[in-house]
């Protein structure tokens, strides 16, 4: 197992411990990741047993604020453009006179609704941004119906595959805002895809906000030249566990940094599609976040 089909299958045991998933969904989606009945049961009952954070994520009885950012977000096109592999797909988002752009990498269900959503936020903010379709390649996200199995088709991709399709993203990223700075954000799978970003040598990239992300095994970030606000979650126990090998890259790599933990927030609270979403937590991650940018895009 990869390291990347190891965060996943981690994450779906955690989904099941914090009471998201079934244990017979938790099993069929470990089971689509290439898990037998034996070794998926020995994951589930270890995430079972260990601290798994905040496990209250009843719904508030009142209507949830705006996601931060959505009030102003521009709608976003869908582009193809050609990648290392073939035709990639992606969503665009132009803001009329760019400060500079933003690369936004999905999740592990691939480009959904919600990255859309976000990748229009940051065009609404003054960044152009394109969020890549991982799952080009393989038709594209729309292609699988059910989202699990879009899960298990991405953990199939070689990271070097994931990596120079991002790199391909950056290249179309500049070409649409040239003469302007780059960013990248990504969330959780994401998350760590942009810290195997930053890791993967020298690029365009002036900064970087990845989101509670897994840091890879090993990572050199002395290659890369961004500045990078690294976002964590209080009750993320399981990607917290890498946090102090991402600060100690971070320091070896001499370019600023900074490190926000959101206090009483768990992974994935930046989701407001999901059940671990906190309005406090992902305003004060979003401003900060912009903040980043204003900084080191421009």
């Given amino acids: 197992m990869t390291p ?6 981690e994450e779906i045991a955690a989904d099941h411990a914090d009471g998201l998933l079934t244990r017979r969904e938790a099993v069929r989606r470990l089971g689509l990741l290439g898990l037998g009945a034996t070794a998926a049961a020995t994951l589930l009952a270890a995430c079972a047993n260990s601290d798994t954070g905040i496990t209250d994520y009843s719904p508030s009885p009142t209507s949830p604020p705006t996601p931060p950012g959505s009030a102003t977000a521009l709608p976003t096109s869908a582009v193809t453009f050609a990648g290392p592999r073939g035709t990639l797909q992606a969503a665009w988002a132009a803001a009329p006179q760019p400060r500079g752009g933003v690369l936004v990498v999905h999740e592990n269900k691939g480009l959904t609704d919600h990255i859309r959503s976000v990748t229009g936020r940051f065009a609404g903010a003054g960044y152009s941004a394109l969020a890549v379709d991982l799952l080009s390649a393989r038709g594209g996200t729309a292609t699988f119906a059910d989202p699990a199995e879009a899960t298990a088709e991405l953990s199939r991709i070689p990271q070097d595959q994931l990596v120079a399709d991002l790199r391909a ?36 990239l002036a900064a970087a906000t990845p989101f509670y992300g897994p840091f890879p095994d090993n990572g050199d970030l002395t290659a890369s030249k961004a500045a990078v606000l690294g976002i964590y979650a209080a009750a993320d126990a399981r990607v917290n566990a890498s946090r102090a090998a991402a600060e100690a890259a971070l320091a070896r790599s001499g370019n600023p940094h900074q490190i926000f933990t959101a206090p009483d927030a768990d992974h994935a609270f930046f989701n407001d599609t999901g059940q671990r979403y906190n309005a406090t937590a992902a305003t004060e991650a979003w401003r900060r976040v912009l903040d980043w940018y204003g900084t080191y895009l421009g």
């Fill in 4 to 9: 990347l089909q190891r965060y996943i299958a």
């Fill in 169 to 204: 993203g950056l290249d179309e990223l500049q070409r649409r805002v040239e003469e302007k700075k780059l960013g990248a954000t990504g969330f959780c799978f994401g998350g760590g895809l942009t810290w195997l970003l930053l890791a993967s040598g020298p690029s365009q």
